[in-house]
């Protein structure tokens, strides 16, 4: 519509301008003679459509302005909202395949309940025109005819949705398979390292049992220490063989550094685990719970509650005792004369 009215105005102005052309020549071969009214009268409407016609225009073009601005401005809230809601609670794929699931699940079944509706109204509508010799009326023909229509829609809609739903749901598919795929190469490799774990669990029982062994024949041994002296080579000078090794010696700064950091874990082991004797004792008694049972927090509370009633009692019964001292009337006096007979 905008263009068309551009276009017209467009044409307007060319023809005003070709009017005016002819008649500023006319003017110029007859510069004495008078422009007639009829000729100023349609120069005048002319200029009014004119005018008319570009109102028209500013008038589209400031609504398509203010159009945009609003769609311009939805689109940007949408944005912004979505924007939040994915860094407050980012959607992922399984999120999203469940949202469509629910909405897919939805639409077939209120479009299930619409076709059996359609199904018992149209089957009404036979029964009745067959065994009743009844003839259904045009409004419900046109109901059935219009519920029919919007049926056709619905199914077009909703396979357009699944069609739409389609491609996500096969990529998540996809990268539920791949991952599916890693946790059970991921369990095997565990499974593996659970079984190499118990092998080398093996080894250092052993380890530890030789170990024992050899702890167990020294102290019978009487304190005597094992000495394993090395077989000593023909060529071996002593201390000159010695430093012509050590200069031969590769230094490795990295297996060093890890040597020093293997030693300083074993220090740490071997100070955590030592303490002395009273220590261990009481740890052994406490922790094999040998502790006297003697009621708990409970207890302690209920007997500390009875020795207070006890002394609020007692201190009670003292100052009444004193009360009824201080409070008793004085004894009357004896008589000391002898009764007449």
């Known amino acids: 519509m905008l263009r068309s009215v551009v276009q017209k105005v467009l044409s307007k102005n060319r023809v005003v301008t070709t009017t005016t052309g002819d008649a500023s020549s006319t003017a110029a071969l007859a510069p004495q003679g008078k422009i007639p009214v009829s000729e100023l009268k349609g120069h005048f409407d002319q200029v009014q459509t004119l005018r008319r016609d570009l109102s028209v225009v500013r008038q589209l073009y400031m609504e398509l302005q203010g159009e945009t601005k609003t769609i311009l401005g939805s689109l940007t809230s949408y944005t912004n909202q979505i924007r939040k809601q994915a860094l407050e609670q980012p959607v992922s794929s399984r999120v999203y395949m469940e949202s469509g699931k629910v909405k897919l699940d939805k639409k077939s079944e209120d479009l299930t309940n619409k076709v059996e509706d359609l199904q018992d109204i149209v089957e009404d509508m036979r029964t009745n025109l067959i065994q009743r010799r009844g003839r259904p009326s045009d409004s419900a023909i046109a109901f059935a005819d219009k519920q029919c229509e919007e049926i056709g829609k619905e199914i077009e809609e909703l396979s357009d949705f699944i ?164 409070t008793a009337p004085p004894p009357l006096p004896q008589e000391s004369g002898v009764a007449e007979e």
């Open 163 to 326: 069609q739409s739903l389609r491609p996500s749901w096969k990529k998540t598919w996809q990268e539920e398979l791949q991952t599916i795929v890693k946790e059970q190469m991921f369990l095997k490799e565990q499974e593996a390292l659970l079984e190499d774990l118990k092998e080398d669990r093996g080894s250092l029982l052993e380890t530890m049992k030789n170990l024992k062994k050899v702890m167990e024949l020294q102290q019978k041994g009487g304190g005597r220490e094992f000495v394993f002296q090395p077989a000593v080579d023909d060529n071996f000078e002593g201390l000159k063989t010695v430093m012509e090794e050590v200069k031969m010696i590769e230094v490795d700064s990295d297996k060093r550094l890890k040597a020093m950091a293997q030693m300083e874990k074993l220090r740490q082991v071997e100070l955590s685990n030592r303490i002395d004797e009273f220590e261990e004792e009481l740890t052994t008694f406490v922790g094999a719970s040998r502790l006297r049972k003697t009621g708990g927090a409970l207890e302690v509370e209920r007997q500390r509650q009875q020795r207070d009633q006890e002394n609020l009692r007692a201190m009670f019964a003292k100052k009444n005792e004193d009360l009824a001292s201080t």
